[in-house]
Nanobody
Framework: VQLVESGGGLVQAGGSRRLSCAASGSIFSINAMGWYRQAPGKQRELVAQITSGGNTNYADSVKGRFTISRDAAKNTVDLQMNSLKPEDTAVYYC?????????WGQGTQVTVSL
């Protein structure tokens, strides 16, 4: 199983960025796909998650600004990030939770400048 993220980079505060994650390999029985982030000196935290049934869950800090979406047929999950703030700066990780295991991408850096 391989998760490949894309879309990270440098963006000004107030701007937008879209992260994408493509899962490949033998992935079956996916419970949920999501995005986590880890800022320097902080623990990894959940940003947004979408279940196989389409239910979504967001961190309070991103509600109303970020939107997660999934293409189940393609095993992809995207994170649309709007109104970005400097405190959103972190390495963002794609995650797949399945019956057979929990998988992580390598991470993509998002840096929000003033």
């Amino acid at each position: 199983v391989q998760l490949v993220e894309s879309g990270g980079g440098l963006v000004q505060a107030g701007g937008s960025r879209r992260l994408s994650c493509a899962a490949s390999g033998s992935i079956f029985s996916i419970n949920a796909m999501g995005w986590y982030r880890q800022a320097p000196g902080k623990q990894r935290e959940l940003v947004a998650q979408i279940t196989s049934g389409g239910n979504t869950n967001y961190a309070d800090s991103v509600k109303g600004r970020f939107t997660i979406s999934r293409d189940a047929a393609k095993n992809t999950v995207d994170l649309q990030m709007n109104s970005l703030k400097p405190e959103d700066t972190a390495v963002y990780y794609c995650n797949v939770d399945s019956y057979w295991g929990n998988y992580w991408g390598q991470g993509t850096q998002v840096t929000v400048s003033l």
